[in-house]
């Protein structure tokens, strides 16, 4: 969905990797290029600074112009959540990413008898000098990530991909879904404060239903949970 400035622009993503700026008139204000599909929605701080991630594992922030403030990437191929913001001037997102695989060296052959560089000699038992099979490659991080100006300044480990935009209370509280069917708060420097279990995925965001009361939706019902 979009996101609507105090002077009532609207800011809205799109499928030709760019984001729109768009006057209450409905003529288009300005257009800026990001690196990739913008599926989610914007989100606008206190000083107007337009943040949106594409998939293009980045996050990009812009001002009121539509000119490039700062870009954050994430450390491998991912895909992110619409960001959230707070009045400090922090974004949070989540991810989930994979870091790329590290380079391996090169087998280098051993001498042979002499020096002469022939077929090295077969270990002791048998070994034949194989190299000892590698394991499976780590799996996805899922993260909350908070960054401000630019860089990160937390990330949090979830049990699973986060689903759904963050949420941020008057205390820098942050709520959010996941894939492992938790519900998690966070505090404002990434520390866990609970965790609810609903024991099946969220199929939405979570909101706020009022002071105090979040709700989210998974398998056709709607939970209320305390914050």
Request: overall charge negative; some cysteine; glycine content about 18%.
């Amino acid at each position: 969905s979009p996101a609507i400035g105090g002077d009532g622009t609207v800011y809205v993503g799109s499928l030709d990797h760019k984001i729109y700026a768009v006057g209450p008139d409905g003529v288009i204000k300005w257009t800026s290029e990001t690196g990739g599909w913008v599926t989610t929605s914007p989100a606008i701080n206190p000083e107007g600074t337009i943040m949106v991630t594409g998939n293009d594992a980045k996050l990009f922030a812009f001002n009121a112009l539509g000119q490039a403030q700062w870009t954050f990437a994430l450390p491998g191929e991912g895909v992110m959540t619409a960001p959230a913001v707070n009045d400090k001037g922090s974004v949070f997102f989540g991810a989930t990413w994979q870091a790329p695989p590290e380079p391996q060296p090169e087998p280098q052959p051993e001498p042979g008898p002499g020096g002469g560089g022939g077929d090295p000699l077969p270990e002791p038992g048998g070994g034949g000098g194989e190299p000892e099979p590698e394991g499976p490659p780590p799996g996805p991080s899922h993260q909350l990530i908070c960054v401000a100006n630019g860089a990160q300044k937390w990330a949090f480990n979830a049990g699973g991909m986060i689903l759904g935009q963050p949420i941020v209370d008057a205390f820098g509280n942050i709520f959010f879904g996941a894939g492992d069917g938790k519900i998690y708060a966070l505090n404002a420097k990434g520390i866990l404060k609970w965790e609810y279990e609903l024991r099946i995925p969220p199929s939405t965001s979570v909101m706020f239903l009022e002071k105090g009361v979040l709700c989210v939706g998974a398998a056709g019902k709607l939970f209320l949970i305390s914050s």
